[in-house]
T-cell receptor, first 113, second 115 residues
Framework: SAVISQKPSRDICQRGTSLTIQCQVD?????MFWYRQQPGQSLTLIAT?????????ESGFVIDKFPISRPNLTFSTLTVSNMSPEDSSIYLC??????????FGQGTRLTVV | AQTVTQSQPEMSVQEAETVTLSCTYD???????LFWYKQPPSRQMILVIR??????QNATENRFSVNFQKAAKSFSLKISDSQLGDAAMYFC????????????FGQGTELSVKP
């Protein structure tokens, strides 16, 4: 199983600023996924991050707002840019190994004030 | 597009009793995977059970089992001998055969366990 370390675990940010979330995996993986979980809601996929190529964004999410880096096979970052209170959510990274089992980081709880 | 629906926002069960959480999905694919994830207050997503669509036999993991009805596109989770530690948010999730790990989640069911 993959072990995922996600930082920070929580943060409170001022509107208009940006926050970068880091996701470190203890093994090499091809694809990493970033999800958003708004308060009391389900998980929604933001984008898929492949090493060596641009991230692929889901409908409703754009690169200018959520730029993603994937410099190697064990690490990725998600930046939430020009934040507003509507961006207050839990952000989770995920990887898949083996028989289609997804592993998740512990999530980053972001509050924008 | 695929969708996953959980029609029970909240469920409650007495400790040691059995509870069933419902999930339906919509897809035009024939090969796919279905999952139940548990999310306790710690926020950590924990895989509870997995079902491959090509398998007719229902998956079982200790106290957890599923009732997979492919024709009806139904995937319910049964928790037997419920324990206090089972209290959490439960999410049903779908993954297409060539999606490489992209999951589509249902809305979630908040399960409470009464002592």
């Amino acid at each position: 199983s993959a072990v995922i370390s996600q930082k920070p675990s929580r943060d409170i940010c001022q509107r208009g600023t940006s926050l970068t979330i880091q996701c470190q995996v203890d093994s090499q993986v091809t694809m990493m996924f970033w999800y958003r979980q708004q308060p009391g809601q389900s998980l929604t996929l933001i984008a898929t991050a492949n090493q060596g190529s641009e991230a692929t964004y889901e409908s409703g999410f754009v690169i200018d707002k959520f730029p993603i880096s994937r410099p190697n096979l064990t690490f990725s970052t998600l930046t939430v840019s020009n934040m507003s209170p509507e961006d207050s959510s839990i952000y989770l990274c995920s990887v898949t190994q083996g028989a289609f089992e997804a592993f998740f980081g512990q999530g980053t709880r972001l509050t924008v004030v | 597009a695929q969708t996953v629906t959980q029609s029970q926002p909240e469920m409650s069960v007495q400790e040691a009793e059995t509870v069933t959480l419902s999930c339906t999905y919509d897809t035009s694919e024939s090969d796919y995977y279905l999952f139940w994830y548990k999310q306790p207050p710690s926020r950590q997503m924990i895989l509870v059970i997995r079902q491959e669509a090509y398998k007719q036999q229902n998956a079982t993991e200790n106290r957890f089992s599923v009732n997979f009805q492919k024709a009806a596109k139904s995937f319910s989770l049964k928790i037997s001998d419920s324990q206090l530690g089972d209290a959490a948010m439960y999410f049903c999730a779908y993954e297409g055969n060539n999606q490489g790990g992209k999951l589509i989640f249902g809305q979630g069911t908040e399960l409470s366990v009464k002592p």
